[in-house]
């Protein structure tokens, strides 16, 4: 089969595709069936990117597209505080339904200390099923296929972001995602174009303090992320479940690099797609290069590695990476041989969820302890740009 044949297999059975919250998809994925999966996302991009298709009514913000979410637990429960442990006689059904199929993760809110719980948007889930259903236990025999597929979805979906018909999806995602637009420097949703131009808004620089900019030996946030940290490539496969494979040779695809950062300590900050969406340096740095990899979007994600020199002399990487049907990742300040203040914009990602992130060589950062303790236990904390999340070991 090829990837147009799977793809035009959204066209030719309407009656396997399976709706958002329905059962039918509940049993694709558990039965790991790849077709019916793929007609499922090729029906997902359809509806998002179809000009006819009018959200309005009560619908309006109860599906709209590829962000729709992957259960449909009782409105806004998963942001309510949860406490250590679930009473489960005051729990509605959908929603410990939802935590048991994990249709979304349970992170730690740094400024408040609350457990939330945020749901997954379906392209993602369906997507990681596909890529990952069965690829550990070495079923995957078509990754070509998968490649090809998540790259022609990833093509279609982001040429639909460019166009002004696109605007249509930001109202429902603005209120699905609860997010805050007077943050931003455009505050209104008319205000834009098209969809990725709300994507990869710009901030309020009042809305995102850079915490103590004057003192070069504090490291920040490098986005609006959950964030990991650990003291050691072998903490992060360790801790970090998606950790198993990685290592700094594969992560940089520079082996000089690697070998000079070789043990160091990361931080990885994973932006979900409702978050703020550029990234910026953790530290003041002169960018030495920035190497863009290919990759695939696949499992072998799209990236670009920028080399930075701390002002202590030695340097560090800030890698950001693409994710499932994330279009581009756009440099702006980020240019060779220019210096950057911590906490300067670098770049940004086109829609989708994304990582950034941040290596630093073997002892030289400390972490801060709730960040390190969270981490330890495989819970990432949700953090603002430009908030503090360690400093500089130096003496």
Known sequence: MTVDEAVELG??????IAE???????????SENPEDLIKSLNHLVDQNT??????????????????????????????????????LHLVPEGFRSAVQKKFGNFVIIRSTGELHYEEMPIYT???????FGGYYRGKVDN?????????????????????????????????????????????????????NEFFTRAILPSKRPIAEADNQNVLVAAADSRLNVFDSVDAATTFWIKGKEFTLSKLLQD????????????????LAPQDYHRFHTPAKGKVESIK????????????????LKSHHGFSFAVVSIGALLVGSIVHTHAQENKELEKGQEMGYFQYGGSTVIAVFPQGKVIWDEDLKANSEKSIETVVCMGEKIGTFNVH
């Open 11 to 16: 066209n030719t059975n309407q009656s396997a």
């Open 292 to 307: 863009p990899i290919v990759g695939t979007y696949y499992t072998d994600n799209h990236r670009s590695v920028i080399k």
């Open 143 to 195: 990754s070509n296929i998968m490649h090809a597929l998540f790259l022609k979805e990833t093509l279609r979906q982001g040429l639909y972001f460019t166009q002004p018909e696109s605007v249509k999806q930001i109202p429902s995602f603005v209120q699905h995602y609860t997010i805050e637009m007077s943050d931003y420097v455009i505050s209104e949703v008319g205000g834009y174009k098209n969809f």
């Open 255 to 270: 082996e000089t690099l690697a070998k000079e950062l070789e043990g160091g300590s990361l931080a990885i900050f994973r």
């Open 125 to 131: 889930r369906i997507g990681m099923h596909l890529l």
């Open 20 to 30: 958002p919250y329905k059962q039918e998809l509940e049993a694709q994925i558990k």
């Open 50 to 87: 179809n000009p006819d298709v009018t959200i309005t009514g009560k619908h309006q913000f109860e599906y709209a597209g590829i962000h729709a979410p992957s259960s449909k637990i009782p409105s806004r429960w998963h942001r309510r505080k949860l406490g250590g442990w679930l009473h």
